[in-house]
């Protein structure tokens, strides 16, 4: 089994990419969908001991979670130390779920798959990315958003220059949609004749660090 990493910064358009492999039949774990479950499961607990006040209605409440982390940075740390290796543990079984089921390719999808060094844990990085200018109207016309938060999550992500230099394949997702699903059309068919060795490397046995 191969697995993809696939990635980008806010606004590039990753969950879009990230659907196309699933109706190319990819199977894709989807890490903030993940963080969502943790949010209404196992993580509740140690956040509201970590941040009390951030859980309400047997969830934690992602408005004051970020109202805190906006006003002292410095406590990202300390949620990650929570969150990450919670994922870290669902995205194992996951892939041991599709490893059992024969599957040729899998994607991992992750917003923060270098700043995490995950990138060591795949056999191939895909890298979503759009002019800045796009990400930066995608990014401020969504909810909640705005100018200080957008500054703040940028500070806390590998620059999309960087990223690109470091991808084994970049997706452009400043074009029209048919020619990004294109360009993920043309990847697939060519990692699928490939051979992956991060699963038996970093995800087949419990917790490598």
């Known amino acids: 089994m191969l697995i993809v990493g696939l990635t980008g910064s806010i606004g590039m358009g990753k969950s879009t990419i990230a659907s196309r492999f699933r109706e190319l039949g990819v199977p894709v774990c989807d890490a903030d969908a993940i963080v ?10 140690p956040i509201e001991e970590a941040f009390p006040g951030t859980t309400s209605d047997g969830k934690v409440d992602r408005a004051k979670l970020s109202q805190v ?5 410095a406590e990202f740390k300390r949620l990650e130390k929570i969150v990450h290796p919670l994922v870290h543990s669902k995205q194992r079984l996951l892939l041991k779920q599709h490893a059992n089921a024969g599957e040729q390719l899998v994607v991992i999808e992750n917003p923060l798959l270098f700043e995490m060094h995950g990138d060591a844990r795949v056999d191939v990085t895909v890298v979503v990315s ?3 200018d796009v990400q930066r109207m ?5 909810p909640g958003m705005s100018e200080e938060k957008f500054a703040q999550i940028l500070s806390k992500q590998v620059p999309d220059e960087e990223k690109r ?10 074009q029209d ?3 990004s699903y294109g360009e993920v059309d043309a990847i697939v068919a060519a ?4 051979q992956g060795t991060a699963y038996a490397r ?7 660090s």
């Open 138 to 142: 995608r990014v401020l016309q969504r």
């Open 36 to 45: 969502h479950e943790l949010y209404e499961g196992e993580a509740i607990a």
């Open 69 to 73: 982390l906006l006003a002292s940075p």
């Open 202 to 208: 970093y995800w087949s046995e419990p917790a490598v």
């Open 177 to 179: 949609v048919a020619r």
């Open 191 to 194: 990692l699928k004749i490939r």
């Open 130 to 132: 759009a002019p800045s």
């Open 165 to 174: 230099r470091r991808a084994d394949f970049v997706v452009d997702t400043g």
